[in-house]
């Protein structure tokens, strides 16, 4: 091979083109001679076309195609910058991403270019806590809203878990025996506590087949009110409100309780287990 230095000719009709010339000159100088030796023996079977650089056993990418291909893609449908290209790489956003294309997701859109839940399976789904919660009456706002990334929803034969920890149904000592105790009162006392948002409220409302037979009623008869405390609204009237499922006339509902009133034993907060 020549040491020569590299002098532009026709086929390097752009950068991207010579970028990839000399990231494969830089990866062949690095390759060891039985590496090297096992892709021509692949290349003369027939195993890799021409131009295809093997990443693994199980994928390959041909950077003179499928790059090209998708940058393409790209620019057609607008929108996309590095820093998107990049949030797409990380973490677990390709999974979602193939997981759709094979038909085994759902895409819930929202106006806040994110997704607030994706179906991963029948019995799971991955709930985006950071998105912006839905408003649930003209003039809401949001107050509070609590929860970082995505987590995974799974239901099980006994219950719900969220990132495998179960969700509980959460009661106040000043909640039982009869007693209540004021909503700003109980707002206090979930500080630091692992409370659920209203993002999943949401999922589980739109999935109903995941929310546990249990949630119904308590061993009494009586219907549960579950709160999602993770998310707090105001109204224009500067009071406070948060949401809760609740399972009435055969179907569940999603409604307000206004952080004025009471709170009784058929209230529970929906926490996850910390341990």
């Given at each position: 091979m020549s040491?020569?230095?590299?002098?532009p000719s026709k086929k390097f009709l752009t950068i991207r083109h010579f970028l990839l010339w000399r990231?494969?000159?830089?990866?062949?100088?690095?390759?060891?001679?039985?590496?090297?030796?096992?892709?021509?023996?692949?290349?003369?079977?027939?195993?890799v076309k021409e131009g295809e650089q093997v990443m693994s056993d199980k994928f390959t990418f041909s950077s003179a195609g499928l790059v090209h291909d998708i940058e393409m893609a790209m620019d057609r449908v607008g929108g996309w910058n590095s820093a998107l290209a990049k949030k797409l790489a990380s973490g677990d956003n390709l999974l979602f991403v193939r997981e759709f294309l094979l038909g085994?997701?759902?895409?819930?859109?929202?106006?806040?270019?994110?997704?607030?839940?994706?179906?991963?399976?029948?019995?799971?789904?991955?709930?985006?806590?950071?998105?912006?919660?839905?408003?649930?009456?003209?003039?809401?706002?949001?107050?509070?809203?609590?929860?970082?990334?995505?987590?995974?929803?799974?239901?099980?034969?006994?219950?719900?878990?969220?990132?495998?920890?179960?969700?509980?149904?959460?009661?106040?000592?000043?909640?039982?025996?009869?007693?209540?105790?004021?909503?700003?009162?109980?707002?206090?006392?979930?500080?630091g506590k692992p409370v659920l948002n209203a993002n999943i409220l949401d999922a589980l409302y739109e999935n109903p087949h995941l929310i546990p037979e249990d949630w119904k009623t308590d061993a009494d008869g009586n219907i549960r009110y579950i709160f999602f405390w993770g998310t707090i609204y105001r109204s224009s009237g500067d009071d406070l409100y948060v949401r809760y499922l609740c399972f009435r006339d055969g179907v569940w509902d999603r409604r307000c309780g206004w952080l004025g009133d009471d709170w009784g034993g058929y209230s529970p907060a929906a926490v996850s287990a910390s341990n």
């Open positions: 040491n020569l230095p590299f002098r990231k494969s000159r830089a990866w062949a100088k690095d390759e060891s001679k039985a590496k090297i030796k096992q892709r021509i023996d692949k290349f003369q079977k027939g195993q085994q997701a759902q895409f819930k859109s929202i106006k806040e270019d994110a997704f607030r839940w994706i179906a991963l399976n029948q019995t799971t789904i991955a709930v985006n806590l950071a998105a912006t919660p839905k408003l649930p009456f003209d003039g809401a706002k949001v107050e509070q809203h609590t929860g970082e990334g995505w987590v995974i929803i799974e239901k099980r034969a006994d219950g719900l878990y969220i990132n495998g920890r179960k969700v509980t149904l959460h009661l106040s000592k000043r909640q039982m025996g009869g007693k209540a105790i004021g909503g700003h009162d109980l707002r206090e006392e979930l500080t």
